[in-house]
């Protein structure tokens, strides 16, 4: 029996590598526009570099690329490429296919939601309330608030006392195999792997269920749980 759902946030519920891209190309242009003399490819290929070293949700990046490679920060580009990156981000957070109508549907069929995010708690708000989630999570986990990231369990026991569900009871959806699959498995959640997220290039997640659109999250709840 199929209780609860706990749902990853960045490339399981939102688009986030397709926005993100698009808010540094902006950024990169707006700093270029602002007097930078770099090529746009090699700043953009700079700034995922630092990215994938300091972390994504890195909130101080652009002053560590402007300092690394310039050996001191301009804040007139700083300031264009903050007000870059957050114009684009604004127009393009955007949901994968279906997201609102499996919420909604899990909703109906009286199955707990909680969102479990890396990132920082303001930022998973942010998302959520700007795409218009908010009114289908009973919690939101941000791992900043026990200082520990997945896959740690602290971050998933939390979940689930929140969400009052045992781990065979409750499945975790995520992107990421190495977080939120095994974080999930070594505590006895129930996983679903959300294969259309996926940048890693993950080849076997090691998930019970492989989702190719996030819908079909709600035919194996259903499954499982047998007639109403």
């Known amino acids: 029996m199929i209780k609860a759902v706990i749902f990853d946030v960045d490339n399981t519920l939102t688009d986030f590598m397709r926005t993100k891209r698009a808010a540094v190309d902006s950024a990169v242009e707006s700093m270029i ?22 972390g994504v949700e890195d909130q101080k990046i652009f002053d560590k690329v402007l300092k690394s490679e310039f050996g001191r920060i301009d804040y007139k580009l700083l ?11 604004a127009g393009t957070l955007a949901l ?19 969102a ?26 941000a791992s900043e608030d026990l200082g520990k990231r997945k896959p740690a369990p602290e971050p998933f026991r939390k979940a689930l006392e929140l969400l009052g569900s045992e781990p065979a009871e409750t499945i975790m959806v995520g992107d990421w195999a190495e977080r939120d699959m095994l974080g ?34 709600v035919d194996i709840i259903r499954r499982e749980n047998g007639p109403a």
């Open 33 to 54: 526009d602002a007097g930078l003399r770099v090529r746009k490819e090699v700043m953009v290929e700079k700034i995922f570099a630092t990215y994938w070293k300091e």
């Open 184 to 217: 999930a498995r070594n505590l006895g959640i129930r996983t679903a792997w959300a294969k259309y997220g996926d940048t890693q290039g993950t080849v076997d997640s090691g998930a019970e269920f492989v989702l190719s659109d996030i819908h079909e999250l």
């Open 116 to 141: 479990l995010s890396d990132a920082p708690k303001l930022e998973v708000w942010l998302r959520i309330v700007g795409l218009g989630l908010h009114h289908y999570f009973d919690h939101v986990v």
């Open 79 to 89: 300031a264009a490429g903050i007000v870059g990156y957050r114009r684009s981000k």
């Open 96 to 114: 994968y296919p279906h997201v609102h109508l499996t919420l909604l549907e899990l909703m109906r069929l009286g199955i707990k939601s909680a």
